[in-house]
């Protein structure tokens, strides 16, 4: 508490380079939000207070990030959404909130849609900006189904499923690391393991265990978010995936197998 109260003196709302951008802003405020989820903790009043003014910042400017279309929408709609339904989950609640839950999810569900291709490709061309909008998926579905929200549209859930199984797709299994391609500004907004920067496996075995209850590699490192978050797969996974060749027309791919070739 005197940490934030600290911060907000030094960074005072919608002031200095730490509110000029809404998708910082909102990155902050999923992070602080995790946290308090990590440690079971209690907002206080210094936290609600926190999130009230991010949440507002958020607000004033979604159609800007809506006319990004790209992890700028998924990442403010995605703060919006999870912040308020945490702090209802506490018992906090105004018609702020509620507008601020009703406008976070309707908009992240759009945008999922929209900027998921057909074939899981995201619409930044970049394997780092994917594991971006993947892991804020997880996020989302993570604090969806511990305070029990409606789930998302069968839509949704689809578009999380491709984006999944695209990123599978350009990683390799034994080492985590994937095709660096595309626009990278080495984004890696939610860090929740001790794996090395170019390791994807974290992001893929939370995306997989929520996705179909089992765990896509073997127990490791990359196994960190699960402990963390509270998620439990239901079985694990002793052998690595199979890729096979496979054109991803949607985003100008093509993954070639060994086997195949």
């Known amino acids: 508490e005197c940490w934030l109260k600290d911060w907000c003196k030094c960074n005072p709302a919608n002031q200095g380079v730490h509110w000029f951008c ?4 909102a990155m902050r405020l999923i992070n602080f939000v995790i946290t308090h989820l990590m440690l ?11 999130c009230m003014v991010h949440l507002k910042r958020i607000s004033k400017t979604l159609h800007y990030a809506d006319a990004q279309n790209n992890n700028h929408a998924t990442s403010e ?13 506490h018992k906090f609640n105004s018609k702020f909130l509620q507008s601020t839950l009703k406008k976070g999810r309707s908009h992240l ?32 579905v993570v604090v969806n189904r ?6 998302f549209s069968n839509k949704f859930l689809i578009k999380y499923k491709l984006a999944f199984e695209w990123l ?10 994937a095709a660096n391609f595309g626009a990278n500004d080495g984004a890696l907004l939610f860090k929740l393991d001790s794996c090395d920067y170019r390791d994807f496996r ?15 590699f073997v127990d490791g490192a990359w196994d ?36 195949d070739h």
């Open 109 to 140: 569900e759009k945008k999922v849609d929209k900027l998921i291709l057909g074939d899981g490709c995201f619409s930044q061309y970049s394997a780092t900006y994917h594991r971006v909008v993947l892991d804020t998926i997880s996020l989302c």
């Open 168 to 177: 599978q797709a350009v990683v390799d299994p034994d080492t985590g690391c």
């Open 40 to 50: 079971n903790a209690r907002p206080g009043k210094g936290a609600i207070e926190f």
């Open 22 to 25: 809404a998708q910082e802003v």
């Open 202 to 216: 974290p992001s893929l075995q939370l995306a997989s265990v929520l996705l179909s209850g089992s765990k896509l």
């Open 224 to 259: 960190d978010p699960l402990k963390l978050l509270g998620v439990e797969a239901k079985e694990s996974r002793t052998d690595h995936f199979n890729p096979i060749t496979k054109e991803y027309p949607d985003g100008g791919l093509v993954r070639f197998s060994q086997k």
């Open 77 to 89: 709609a995605a703060a919006l959404y999870l912040t308020s339904l945490w702090l209802r989950s």
């Open 146 to 151: 511990k305070y029990k929200d409606t789930i």
